[in-house]
């Protein structure tokens, strides 16, 4: 893999001089081209070894184009805030917008290969964070953005040569290694899981490229001309995405759906509610301020049939608890700063840290609902988007968040007299729109598109519970029930887990 | 100030029954009315002695009202990343956007009474506190902001009363009174350093409620009168501000200005240039490297005629520094999210962490050039923008970050020819608009606004330096070596405060 980055690349400074000029301004048309398109970010990732050129090439690449449209990110040590987060949380905060280009120096990889190389885990690991940075690059290359890797490769003896001249050099010698790179090991070690880590995410749509790091002139023009080459091929490309076109889900054969065998008669009286609504509140309560919500958070979903209810078993939630706990999300339509960023981005930027509550009215499940049914995205976005949220889900998991998600399923006839009450009640009329009116009639489409949800993310992370609605009573214990059932579940598994350590 | 909060006011069950239904429907309505309309938003302040009922109340409004339009902020230990910027850069991240309610549960009131009563500072700094707190709260009303602040009181009887009681309900117990209110003494302070804070902060357009806390059927209706009341008349009200019209500018009367003295025959030669941009440059680099830039962070403010070579100005200074260390904003209009926002919110999220350096390409000066020049705020709006501004940059220089202000100023001959080339040279010509064609007729205006804003602008915290930028060389080695200089001068002044101490 870095063979052909060891046999000394160089390019004389005529050649390289005379390239140049030509070179930058292509690439500040580029630049400026891909301001005014916005339609993609582009996302730079450098990595590779220590004193192959690196912060050299990000620094020339900022004076070749407008540094007014790069921003370079860092990851360093984590804040507190991001350690309270999933992994990726502190990336997603950072991602450049469409039109602009974010220079990732330090990136996913540079964490999973430090981690490897230190030995702070083994293969198993690697390869996790391995397939979980080659999602996350195939859903932003889905979502649009133009992702380069560079990989800056020094053969051992050059890397020695390398690190001896720049011992002595002002400019570099109060920057701390961030690995003991005199050693040899640490260059076999790096190498080696570099290896690995190359072979297993260089895409067709976001391929690495080994760049031999020794000779400046010759590194800064390679770099140069795959960034220019990439960014004008992509800015005359005029589809969204690359990837397009995909089986088509199948129909039921027998009609027989999962909202369908809801037993939609189910009710509570108002006794058995009052008594068992009370109880699941106080258990809730005790849950949250259980001394294991240290080490977990909770995201609730609110899915379902408009006038479903959602928004009285949310407040029968949010009235087991203190407001400081919990945080309650409406989403609507995104922002122009949202539609600017990968779809999942504005849900990311609302995922709890730990010890905390987020409750989504309506959430990313709108990409499979609303947007498939209204057609707001293409086919292939909404297609692809099942094994998107479900890696989302995963991560959130992962992270000690409890997923809880939510469907409130009523009948068309109770809904038809939900709608006419609250056009009848003057604090409810806020509630009820044309729109609604319209979305009964797509009825059946939304009907399949709840079935089809159910059945690609109904995961063992991030299960769905559907909630039989038509009785609001039964509805809002059901909802409380279940959220203290999962929280129940998840301070076990950590008990379990202790002991089994 | 708090004796009519002591007298037992009380209001019997019935009356509170019979009372909050018409109440709640009234405010629910009123809260959609604000969702609607997204013209303001709301803050609601709680603060007041323990055990007042100010976690009960925030509690029962979020169940009369809709829970998903309310945001419940606390602010409890600053985390690492709020450490490292200014202390108001906390709220300003949790501001509540038009048409939604915030509701601060612990806030700079909070603050400054618990290190007043704690004794970490004494009357001097909580004076200081407290008139920043006035002044942010000013901005935010002249921005539109409707503010509610609430003070929950007790006697001391009744608080000692209050607390036996909450000791032994478990839903209580749990939480650690952050001060220790047992003490006679604590609450003796609290009451005298909390009127002297309500005595001077309270004001028209933010005026205190000071609710007496004992009762819960009382200091609930108290409440949600004050909220329905101060919710309808302001949903009422049309125009965006109640402060309007004041004072003109006065013209000067001898039409000689800051801008026509300036000599903008000044140039530096080829080899000159050279020498001396390599000089400020490295000094810049070693500036930026300084162990004493932990303690301070560096804002560059760049404004300036239209092609008076901001651009290349800011590509010298960044040329000198590793890309990691620095952050170029480029400032255009504002989008959705920043118009739901105070003007200033969107240049507070790009505030620099301590060490780091941001250079504004433009700036939150546009209020008082091009908004004011086009009529795209009001008059009152660009006109108390200056201490606004003031008030902004003080806080940066108040955490140790140095504000330096560049105006690029050029002829309108020099301006003329620019513009010629620019449409002449292929990956310039995105550089120029038939809007900058049209700005030059607009010259005298701006040059006017440019004339005030130095004049009300120029402090000693955060002084502007005019550029004289006919001759590109001048220009950039005088910025770079006034940054270099106003970070040197930074970083005596910390030497003689150490000395001092």
Redesign the interface.
């Given at each position: 893999m870095f063979e052909s980055a060891e046999i000394g690349h160089a390019i004389d400074k005529e050649t390289y001089e005379a390239e140049v000029p030509a070179l930058r301004?292509a690439l500040?048309?580029a630049q400026?081209e891909l301001k005014?398109q916005a339609r993609f970010p582009v996302i730079i990732l450098i990595n590779g070894i220590e004193g192959a050129g690196k912060?050299e090439t990000?620094?020339l690449l900022?004076?070749w184009m407008?540094?007014?449209?790069?921003?370079?990110r860092?990851f360093d040590q984590q804040?507190?805030?991001e350690l309270a987060h999933p992994p990726a949380w502190r990336y997603w905060r950072q991602l450049p917008a469409k039109g602009r280009m974010g220079?990732f120096?330090g990136n996913w990889y540079s964490q999973m290969l430090q981690g490897r190389v230190h030995g702070r885990f083994k293969d198993p690991v690697l390869d996790q964070a391995i397939h979980a940075a080659d999602r996350l690059e195939q859903m932003l290359c889905d979502e649009g953005a133009l992702i380069f890797k560079f990989w800056f490769h020094l053969s051992k003896k050059q890397m020695k040569a390398r690190l001896d001249s720049l011992k002595d050099d002002p400019?570099h010698s109060?920057r701390i290694s961030p690995l003991d790179w005199q050693q040899t090991r640490t260059y076999d070690r790096f190498v080696r899981f570099g290896e690995r880590v190359l072979r297993r995410t260089s895409r067709e749509y976001a391929p690495w490229h080994v760049i031999e790091g020794f000779d400046p002139c010759y590194r800064s023009l390679a770099v140069g001309r795959i960034l220019l080459e990439g960014l004008q091929q992509a800015l005359q490309v005029r589809t969204e995405s690359l990837h397009q076109a995909m089986a088509p889900i199948g129909d039921s054969i027998d009609r027989r759906s999962l909202l369908g065998s809801l037993d939609m008669s189910v009710r509570l009286d108002k006794a058995d509610y009052q008594h068992q609504l009370i109880e699941e509140q106080a258990r809730l309560?005790h849950l949250m301020?259980h001394k294991a919500m240290r080490r977990h958070a909770l995201v609730a979903v609110f899915e379902g049939n408009d006038a479903a209810g959602k928004?009285g078993a949310?407040?029968r939630v949010?009235?087991a608890l203190?407001?400081?706990q919990y945080?309650?999300?409406?989403v609507a339509a995104p922002?122009?700063?949202?539609r600017a960023q990968p779809y999942l981005w504005r849900f990311w930027r609302q995922v709890p840290a730990l010890g905390k509550f987020t409750v989504f009215?309506r959430s990313w499940y709108g990409r499979v609902l609303v947007e498939r049914v209204e057609g707001f995205c293409s086919e292939a976005d909404w297609m692809r988007a099942y094994s998107e949220i479900n890696d989302f889900e995963e991560q959130l998991h992962d992270a000690g968040i409890v997923v809880v998600k939510f469907w409130l399923a009523i009948d068309e006839q109770t809904q038809l007299e939900r709608f006419q009450e609250r056009e009848q009640i003057?604090?409810k009329r806020?509630k009820i729109t044309e729109e609604d009116w319209r979305n009964r009639d797509k009825w059946p489409l939304y009907r399949d598109a709840v079935g089809d949800m159910v059945d690609r993310t109904s995961t063992e992370v991030a299960p769905w519970t559907l909630v039989e609605a038509n009785d609001k009573r039964w509805a809002r214990v059901k909802v409380l029930r279940t959220l203290n059932e999962a929280l129940e579940a998840a301070f076990k598994r950590d008990k379990k887990h202790r002991k089994g350590h």
């Open positions: 301004e500040l048309e400026y005014q912060g990000v620094k900022n004076e407008d540094p007014r449209l790069i921003e370079v860092t804040t507190d805030e220079v120096f400019l109060w309560a301020r928004g949310i407040r949010a009235a203190d407001p400081r945080h309650i999300v409406p922002s122009e700063d949202e009215d003057p604090f806020f």
